[in-house]
């Protein structure tokens, strides 16, 4: 279960119990904190604490007194200006900590981003316990035949059947031996620290996860993209949805400039000047290799 009862417990505690504050406090996220949105068949994210909102942007680029908008079209315009141009430090006085419980191959990948402060649920200490992700059919894929590091075709009837028994058997009997091999009756038992390592990477660990929203969008960038593995993207995904609400305009231009955007070479941005002149432009004359090309032609023809 993504959630214990006493995990929610904690958390109705603390909605229940509000507190007045005089900082600026974000009514969209205010509605995402401390509840926890399931991911994959055992898996959360769940906003523990923020710092800024829209406004904290603004004020940091004008160095201003106070909140210092002018009104929210200015705020927001502001806002755009900002990301069109890459000036990304008035984006860092935003902060929010995640919690987010996910599988241990997913949050190898999710450490690659190393521009946060993370606290990771400890093995050496604490027994992990019997939950790990077991993907659900549709998504079982073969291995793409055009892509190294993505899927092919969806695994359908005996075949997945016979990888989702696999996934289960030996998830269950690593987990069986790693409590036989910190059991101490009749025996001494081995260090947790040393029985952790025979766990496959599909259990589930928990960290707290503190990131500034610059970093964080270029987190989500990469991995709410649809080329990104779907195991990851699932908690990017939940996540746009809780600085959607937190951040409206920030998150607003960066749908627009980042995630629906696309970044054109000096190659690119003369092939598209010659084209709008009426010029025929083939990958020969473009001055591009053909993994430009496909990319350009990619882009523009989408």
């Given at each position: 279960m993504p959630l214990t009862p006493e995990q929610q417990a904690e958390i109705d505690a603390l909605r229940a119990a509000p507190r007045q504050t005089l900082r600026a406090v974000s009514e969209g996220m205010e509605a995402h904190l401390y509840k926890a949105a399931p991911v994959l068949d055992h898996g959360f994210v769940r906003v523990v604490d923020y710092m800024g909102d829209d406004a904290a942007i603004c004020q940091a680029a004008r160095v201003s007194y106070g909140r210092g908008t002018k009104s929210v079209s200015n705020d927001a315009g502001l806002i755009r200006y900002l990301m069109r141009h890459w000036h990304s430090t008035p984006f860092e006085m935003c902060e929010v900590k995640f919690h987010v419980k996910l599988p241990v191959f997913v949050a190898r990948q999710w450490i690659r981003h190393r521009t946060a402060n993370v606290n990771e649920y400890s093995a050496r200490y604490s027994i992990l316990d019997r939950e790990f992700y077991i993907p659900r059919a549709q998504d079982l894929a073969a291995q793409s035949t055009t892509n190294n590091q993505g899927r092919g075709e969806v695994l359908t009837g005996d075949e997945a059947e016979r990888v989702l028994h696999i996934l289960k058997d030996d998830a269950g009997r690593a987990y069986d031996h790693y409590e036989e091999m910190i059991?101490?009756?009749?025996?001494?038992?081995?260090?947790?620290?040393?029985?952790?390592?025979?766990?496959?990477?599909?259990?589930?660990?928990?960290?707290?996860?503190?990131?500034?929203?610059?970093?964080?969008?270029?987190?989500?960038?990469?991995?709410?993209?649809?080329?990104?593995?779907?195991?990851?993207?699932?908690?990017?995904?939940?996540?746009?949805?809780?600085?959607?609400?937190?951040?409206?305009?920030?998150?607003?231009?960066?749908?627009?400039?980042?995630?629906?955007?696309?970044?054109?070479?000096?190659?690119?941005?003369?092939?598209?000047?010659?084209?709008?002149?009426?010029?025929?432009?083939?990958?020969?004359?473009?001055?591009?290799?053909?993994?430009?090309?496909?990319?350009?032609?990619?882009?523009?023809?989408?």
């Open positions: 059991g101490q009756e009749g025996q001494q038992g081995l260090a947790r620290e040393l029985a952790r390592m025979n766990l496959p990477a599909n259990i589930y660990t928990q960290w707290y996860w503190k990131v500034d929203l610059h970093n964080l969008f270029h987190f989500l960038r990469l991995r709410a993209d649809a080329h990104a593995q779907y195991e990851i993207r699932v908690y990017a995904d939940a996540i746009c949805e809780m600085v959607k609400d937190w951040v409206p305009a920030a998150y607003g231009a960066f749908e627009d400039y980042r995630m629906g955007g696309a970044t054109l070479s000096a190659s690119a941005l003369d092939c598209i000047r010659r084209m709008l002149k009426g010029e025929e432009v083939t990958q020969e004359s473009s001055g591009m290799s053909k993994g430009e090309w496909r990319e350009f032609m990619g882009v523009i023809n989408e």
